[in-house]
T-cell receptor, first 112, second 114 residues
Framework: DAKTTQPPSMDCAEGRAANLPCNHS???????VYWYRQIHSQGPQYIIH???NNETNEMASLIITEDRKSSTLILPHATLRDTAVYYC?????????????FGAGTRLTVKP | GAVVSQHPSRVICKSGTSVKIECRSL??????MFWYRQFPKQSLMLMAT?????????EQGVEKDKFLINHASLTLSTLTVTSAHPEDSSFYIC??????????FGDGTRLSIL
């Protein structure tokens, strides 16, 4: 599976956009980019995923570069409740045994 | 959105006790369920994968006789930590998915063995 690299920590001002980068230079053609986040003492929460096109939902936007070697998760208006560890995971999309393997993630702190 | 319920949320018990944790998919049928463990200040580590009606597949280093997994239906999987000891104290998290959909996670069970 392709490995991902994320900065260990980031800060963001409340109300501003939070842009979380992820490098996945060895991604293969059938691997999707998934983003999850984990708020302290809770289970991970699914945010968004994509293959090659940019994606947007009610939580966030996912921008994937044309060569698919990196992506950015965008929280358009960060709130204090967005403080969490954000995980970027690359996995094959289809198939029953598509388990998520978690790296260290990025600890995002939203400050007032 | 998809909801995964995990119970209990917290367990404190004596060394040598066996502890059962339940994981339910509330609004979808989960073809596959996963069990993770997370130690303080560390990331989640996959323990095992189970498909309904078949034996679980354990990750390297995870003792199958220690961590018994049963996936008897499309909405329920259980993890039993047998003869638990203090080193088994951890945050156990389950997740569930149906074919071609993202995994959704429960809120975890904090297990403390005295």
């Amino acid at each position: 599976d392709a490995k991902t690299t994320q900065p260990p920590s980031m800060d963001c001002a409340e109300g501003r956009a939070a842009n979380l980068p992820c490098n996945h230079s060895t991604i293969s053609g059938n691997e999707y980019v998934y983003w999850y986040r984990q708020i302290h003492s809770q289970g991970p929460q699914y945010i968004i995923h994509g293959l090659k096109n940019n994606e947007t939902n009610e939580m966030a936007s996912l921008i994937i570069t044309e060569d698919r070697k990196s992506s950015t998760l965008i929280l358009p208006h960060a709130t204090l409740r967005d403080t969490a560890v954000y995980y970027c995971i690359v996995r094959v999309g289809a198939g029953n045994n598509n388990d998520m393997r978690f790296g260290a993630g990025t600890r995002l702190t939203v400050k007032p | 959105g998809a909801v995964v319920s995990q119970h209990p949320s917290r367990v404190i018990c004596k060394s040598g006790t066996s502890v059962k944790i339940e994981c339910r998919s509330l609004d979808f049928q989960a073809t596959t369920m996963f069990w993770y463990r997370q130690f303080p200040k560390q990331s989640l580590m996959l323990m095992a994968t189970s498909n309904e009606g078949s034996k679980a597949t354990y990750e390297q280093g995870v003792e199958k006789d220690k961590f018994l997994i049963n996936h008897a239906s499309l909405t329920l999987s259980t993890l039993t930590v047998t003869s638990a000891h203090p080193e088994d104290s951890s945050f156990y998290i389950c997740s569930a998915r149906t074919f071609n959909q993202p995994q959704h996670f429960g809120d975890g069970t904090r297990l403390s063995i005295l």
